[in-house]
């Protein structure tokens, strides 16, 4: 009886707020914003702006080595806050042993460009490559990606 009361009310509760969301969502804040990543629908949304990251799902902010936090950098050149964002997903492949322990790989690298006058994705790109967000990446990535 517990099991039927239980069940009803899931289905009760899909059916009153719609189908169950399975979004998920990365945050970045920097310079008094909250931008937000669709991991599944590779999508930026900065409260004024909603941006195309111009990949594929999944992708996810480059991440500070074997940490959860998301790396930037600052170039005082451009007067901006860099991210990074891997996406076009890899699937699992023993070529590329990072592939089997991680689900957070990726082919493509964009830069996001924050400043303030907002953000901004550029066209520049990395492709063909194997990336995981919480491996981290090179300097010289961010520097190539934003200028």
């Given amino acids: 009886m517990m099991y039927k009361l239980l069940i009803s009310f899931v289905l009760a509760s899909v059916s009153a707020f719609g189908c169950a969301s399975t979004e998920q969502h990365e945050t970045l804040e920097i310079m008094d914003m909250k931008i937000l ?3 599944s629908q590779c999508t930026i949304n900065s409260g004024s702006q909603n941006l195309s990251t111009g990949t594929e799902a999944n992708c996810f ?3 500070e080595n074997n940490s959860s936090k998301i790396r930037t950098k600052y170039y005082k050149d451009i ?3 860099v991210a990074l964002i891997v996406g076009n997903s890899l699937p699992k492949n023993r070529e590329y042993p990072l592939t089997m322990q991680r689900d957070d790989c990726g ?3 964009k830069a996001l460009i924050i400043n303030k006058n907002g953000v901004k994705i550029t066209e520049k790109e990395f492709t063909k490559t194997v990336t995981c967000a919480g491996v981290g990446s090179d300097e010289k990535e ?3 990606l934003s200028h």
């Fill in 37 to 39: 990543l669709n991991t």
């Fill in 61 to 63: 902010f480059i991440k």
């Fill in 79 to 81: 007067d901006s806050h």
């Fill in 107 to 109: 082919s493509t690298i």
């Fill in 142 to 144: 961010f520097y190539i």
